[in-house]
């Protein structure tokens, strides 16, 4: 049995093309039955070869004539480019025209150009690149593509890598044009005012020698009042200050109108609130339920431990458990005041001479100490907690560790034994920012007006 596939153009008197011959000899079997996937790759290469080069013979025609007095214009010379695209590569000759006598005699001969097209590579192998390294290793990248499409040509992992940082820079800068430009003027029409913002940090692994081992990454989320999330991360050493409150307001207007009823979130760190509190300076700030939580945690599990109890007599145990079980319920209610004066209650006993001197006392007071200075610096970002849970209010920056984890844990996290440098790491959350908030599709449809991205799939004739 066998098939061939003939491509016509409807447009030309030109005999149809061969793209394809599929032969099937002997018994069928499970390998035999429908197309393999070398196939589908040489069929699809083939078609691409013939489609790029009828679709430039017909502009290079329009070219040629002079869109003045409709001259046809003389050819100079050719140069090569090599068009490349997820279904294949294609050699091109490329004519200069000389220029029509019309414009005058010291016209240059010009190259031609493809509206848009730059460096003869199709924006979907740039998004398919692009978003696919935003999610797994540049490498892997590269192996998955070419087991499945017949991307021949620049689809090595370095130049995988080099279109997804470029991706990232240009949506970089991008977004501090927008900034510069608009003077980060909210439009007004914008619904769904934006409610809970959250910024957490994470740390990734630095590739230089001579670094310090790893370097911060900040990430945010900004939600609105339809629950819509926006992602934004950035290197801290990278952007600081102005830059990262651009970056902070940019992202705030594209997801809704900025009121005055708007909720912060941190861990306490004092950067990132004064980064949030400059963009907002009408938010209120609350501090992180579990960040304020996990020192308390700490010194339970020192006092229920085996040294607390041979080493503290009971008399002394339980009054210090009890007066730390008040502690948390007093930051939880939000009495910032009688919480201070458990700590104070609980320094107290642990100064007493009988315990002072021992070892769990001097490990207990340290942290006691390092507490009430996390909570002195943080005293006015203290909620009610309590309420706002029985209210259905947010206590917790969990919403921004899930963003910690989908930007930087998943894709660029220690577990996984990479090494970045500041500007990679940099470049490629931004593309992987836009990725889980499922954005690049219309990034890449700002630059190349017509770019489907994902659309529809096409219909399978029946
Ligand atoms: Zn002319």
Redesign the pocket.
């Known amino acids: 049995m066998k098939f061939t596939l003939l491509l016509k153009n409807e447009n030309d008197s030109s005999e149809p093309v061969i793209v394809s011959e599929i032969e099937r000899t002997g018994p069928l079997n499970a390998a035999s039955l429908g197309l393999t996937i070398a196939e589908s790759k040489c069929l699809l290469a083939n078609i691409q070869k013939e489609l790029v080069e009828s679709q430039l013979q017909c502009f290079l025609q329009e070219q040629r004539i002079?869109a003045?007095?409709g001259?046809r214009r003389t050819l100079k010379d050719y140069h090569t480019a090599c068009f490349k695209s997820l279904f294949g590569g294609a050699n091109l000759r490329v004519p200069r025209f000389n220029g029509?006598p019309?414009?005058g005699l010291h016209t240059r001969a010009q190259t031609v150009k493809i509206d848009g097209l730059a460096n003869w590579v199709s924006p979907e192998l740039e998004f398919i690149q692009s978003k696919m390294a935003a999610m797994i290793p540049y490498a892997r990248t590269a192996d998955l593509l070419d087991l499945l499409l017949p991307v021949a040509s620049g689809n090595a992992p370095s130049t995988v890598r080099r279109r997804a940082l470029n991706i990232g820079q240009r949506l970089d800068a991008e977004l501090h044009e927008a900034a510069d430009a608009t003077h980060i003027e909210c439009p007004k029409a914008v619904k769904n005012p934006v409610t809970v913002v959250g910024l957490d940090s994470g740390y990734v692994r630095d590739c230089r020698p001579h670094s310090e081992g790893s370097f911060e990454v900040v990430v945010g989320r900004i939600l609105n009042e339809n629950k819509d999330s926006r992602s934004l991360g950035f290197v801290r050493t990278i952007e600081i200050n102005t830059a990262a409150r651009h970056r902070l307001k940019q992202r705030l207007c594209e997801q809704g109108q900025i009121t005055d009823n708007i909720t912060v979130f941190t861990d306490g760190d004092s950067g990132l609130r004064c980064l949030l509190m400059s963009a907002l300076p009408k938010a209120t700030h609350i501090l992180d339920w579990y960040h304020l939580t996990r020192p308390l945690t700490v010194l339970k599990r020192v006092l229920f431990g085996k040294e607390a109890i041979k080493q503290f007599p009971t008399y002394y145990h339980d009054p210090l458990c009890k007066n730390l079980e008040s502690l948390k319920w007093r930051l939880w209610h939000g009495h910032v005041g009688g919480a201070f004066n458990r700590i104070r209650a609980i320094l107290f006993r642990l100064r007493l001479p009988t315990i002072a001197g021992k070892q769990v006392a001097v490990r207990m007071r340290r942290l006691i100490k390092e507490l009430l200075r996390y909570l002195k610096n943080n005293q006015d970002s203290l909620a009610n907690y309590g309420r706002r849970y029985r209210s259905g209010r947010r206590i917790s920056t969990a919403f921004v560790e899930s963003a910690v984890n989908q930007l930087i844990d998943k894709r660029m996290s220690k577990s996984q034994q990479m090494r970045w440098s500041p500007i990679g790491a940099h470049a490629l959350l931004q593309v992987r920012a836009e990725v889980v908030d499922d954005r690049l599709g219309a990034a890449f449809s700002r630059w190349y007006p017509g770019f489907a991205g994902q659309s529809k799939p096409l219909q399978v004739a029946a």
């Open positions: 002079c003045r007095c001259t029509c019309c414009e």
